[in-house]
């Protein structure tokens, strides 16, 4: 019963990003951590534009989960 509450809850989470046609938040993504490559002739050295923004884009799950705790706390 309670899997459906929250099934229903994550349903009704109003979308703050258009995703595509039968997409999902996973979708949404600009950049990826699988796409930041480290550098081992550099002392394993990551490169911090493609950090950050793969860092970004995974800040918008926060914000989902976020709007999904504020439904589920405040009904």
Known sequence: ML???IHSTIMAVPAHNTYPAGGTWFDTLHK???NVHVDADSDNAIPTEAF???AESLTTL???IHTLLELVCYE
């Open 3 to 5: 899997l459906i509450a």
């Open 32 to 34: 990826s951590f699988v």
């Open 52 to 54: 950050l923004e793969a």
């Open 62 to 64: 926060f914000g989902r």
